[in-house]
């Protein structure tokens, strides 16, 4: 089949957790929809393991989002190493997957981090869905009106962040 696909990735920052991740994963899994998710390394442990399982069983891509949540671009290139580190050694632990890709916190970046950070970084197309303020509407229509094929979108299965859940 020749046809050609029109593909956007989905992607989700600030998980895992037991509250919204595991909503997200229930959207996904009902609608056949893979994401990559951007973890932060402070909120895996042995509770969130199974929740990362399912990421993984569903094929959704498990990525780097730092260890803290931290502006890294202030950091020394021995911290941001060793921050990149400690986050893909617990992942890798946990569900035996090195991350592939890194989103600095903040979109926050600094000539340092892009010579001491051995992994691409990653942006996407950002409605906002971090402010409890923006609705589930207001988020899906302004994904939607900007969103074209090959990009990435950026959205963030924190915890109580259920208008991004409904946005989907």
């Not at 229509?141 to 074209?148: C, F, G, M, T």
């Amino acid at each position: 089949d020749n046809a050609i696909m029109k593909l956007v990735a989905l992607t989700f920052d600030d998980g895992p957790n037991l509250d919204i991740t595991p909503l997200v994963l229930d959207k996904l899994e009902k609608h056949g929809v893979v994401a990559t998710f951007f973890l932060i390394g402070k909120e895996i442990n042995e509770d969130t393991k199974l929740v990362m399982e399912r990421q993984l069983e569903l094929g959704c891509e498990i990525a780097n989002h730092s260890w803290n949540h931290n502006y890294m671009n202030t950091y020394t290139a021995k911290e941001l190493v060793d921050d990149i580190q400690r986050t893909n050694d617990i992942i890798r632990d946990m569900v035996n997957v090195t991350p592939k890709f890194f989103r600095p916190p903040y979109i926050s970046t600094s000539p340092t981090m892009y010579k001491a950070i051995d992994l691409p970084f990653i942006n996407g197309i950002n409605c906002a869905d971090w402010d409890n303020s923006v609705t589930a509407k207001q988020r899906g229509e302004l994904i939607l009106r900007n969103v074209k094929d090959g990009d990435i979108v950026l959205l963030h299965d924190l915890v109580g962040n259920k208008n991004t859940v409904d946005a989907l």
